[in-house]
């Protein structure tokens, strides 16, 4: 089992960075798919981009393709979300979720749904002002 905590989120300006991580704990994170979700007020949580740590494939939404980037540090067991020119419609509580699997086939198809996910943290507010 594993135990993920976000941090790094805050206040920024539109225009402006953030880099969120997630730091596991519990298990190596080299065989699972690390996903950030976020939740806007009002709206549903939403898959914002992903990673399989297995053979570092990536995959984002459209609405962050070109802005966000994910990563991983294995020696660190943390993943992150480095987030450029950020709009106030940004502003959400971001999440990070863990799946482990073998078979990463079908990530592809599957990373943006939540049942897909075992493990979440408690997530991290980023609140981007106008």
């Known amino acids: 089992e594993v135990q993920l905590v976000e941090s790094g989120g805050g206040l920024v300006q539109a225009g402006g960075s953030l880099r969120l991580s997630c730091a596991a704990s519990g298990s190596y994170i080299d065989d699972y798919v690390l996903t950030w979700f976020r939740q806007r007020p009002g709206k549903r949580r939403e898959a914002v981009s992903s990673i399989t740590a297995t053979d570092g494939s990536t995959f984002y939404d459209g609405s962050v393709l070109g802005r966000f980037s994910i990563s991983v540090d294995a020696a660190k067991n943390t993943v992150y979300l480095q987030m450029n020119s950020l709009k106030p419609e940004d502003s959400a509580v971001y999440y990070c979720?863990?799946?482990?699997?073998?078979?990463?086939?079908?990530?592809?198809?599957?990373?943006?749904?939540?049942?897909?996910?075992?493990?979440w943290g408690q997530g991290t507010q980023v609140t981007v002002s106008s």
């Open positions: 979720a863990a799946d482990r699997r073998e078979d990463i086939s079908d990530i592809p198809k599957m990373w943006h749904y939540e049942l897909l996910y075992d493990y």
